[in-house]
C-alpha cells in the first residue's frame, strides 16, 4: 500500500525586525552587492522561501533594511534638528553623536547610509538610488534648520544655506568613511570640532555702517 503524499506546508516567516536587524548588519559590512542570498537565509537561518515570503526579494529587503536603521540611527539627531535647540548646538550634537555611532565597538563601523552603494554595477542602479535618496533626507533636513537660523537672526540672511547643508554632509561622510579605515572616536571628535570652527558669524556676512 503505498503511503499518502504529504502536503507541502507553507515556508516558515521570519519575525520582521529580527530579519531586518540582520540584513542590515550584513549589508553594512559587505554592502548590497557584496552580500548573496545565501549569505542572508545563512546569518537568518531560514530557506530562500521563507526569505522571498517575507521580503519579497533582495532588493526589497536592502530598501527594509535601510529604512529599518535610517529610523533608528536618524531619531535623536531629527529631535535636535527640528526642537528648540540653537542650530549650532544641534549640528555640534550631530557630529559628536556621529563620531560616537561610527567607531562603536558594538556595531560595523562607519553610516550603512553615509558611503553606501557609491559606485556599483549598472543592475544596482535603483538600490543606488534609493541611497541617494536617504542621503538626500538628511541634507533637506538640515538644510531647513539652516533656513530657519537664518530666518531667526542665528545665521545672516545672505547665509549659503544649501552650500553649508552640504558641507556639514560631506563632513559626515568623510568621517564615516574615515571611521571605516580605522579612525578611532577621538580623532572624529577632532574632526567634528574642526567642522564647527568654520561654522559662520550672523554678522559674517554684514557690512559695517559707514560713518
Request: neutral net charge; contains cysteine; aromatic residues 8%.
Amino acid at each position: 500500500m503505498s503511503q499518502p503524499t504529504r502536503k507541502r506546508g507553507r515556508p516558515r516567516l521570519l519575525e520582521r525586525d529580527v530579519g531586518l536587524d540582520v540584513a542590515a548588519r550584513l549589508f553594512w559590512e559587505h554592502g548590497y552587492e557584496g552580500t548573496s542570498i545565501a549569505d542572508l537565509t545563512q546569518a537568518m537561518g531560514i530557506p530562500p522561501p521563507s526569505l522571498y515570503a517575507t521580503f519579497g526579494s533582495k532588493e526589497e529587503l536592502y530598501r527594509q533594511a535601510v529604512d529599518h536603521i535610517s529610523e533608528r540611527e536618524n531619531k535623536q539627531w531629527l529631535e535636535a534638528l527640528q526642537g528648540k535647540m540653537p542650530a549650532y548646538d544641534a549640528i555640534a550634537f550631530y557630529l559628536h553623536d556621529a563620531a560616537a555611532r561610527f567607531t562603536d565597538p558594538g556595531r560595523p563601523r562607519g553610516c550603512m547610509i553615509s558611503n553606501a552603494v557609491l559606485q556599483h554595477a549598472e543592475k544596482s542602479e535603483s538600490i543606488a538610488q534609493t541611497v541617494a535618496e536617504r542621503r538626500d533626507v538628511w541634507f533637506q533636513a538640515v538644510k531647513a534648520r539652516f533656513d530657519r537660523a537664518v530666518a531667526e537672526g542665528e545665521l545672516a540672511t545672505e547665509t549659503d544655506t544649501e552650500a553649508l547643508a552640504r558641507f556639514y554632509g560631506a563632513v559626515v561622510q568623510g568621517m564615516s568613511a574615515q571611521a571605516c579605515d580605522g579612525a578611532c572616536r577621538a580623532i572624529l571628535k577632532r574632526l567634528a570640532d574642526i567642522a564647527l570652527s568654520a561654522w559662520p558669524s550672523p554678522q559674517a556676512h554684514r557690512q559695517d555702517p559707514v560713518l
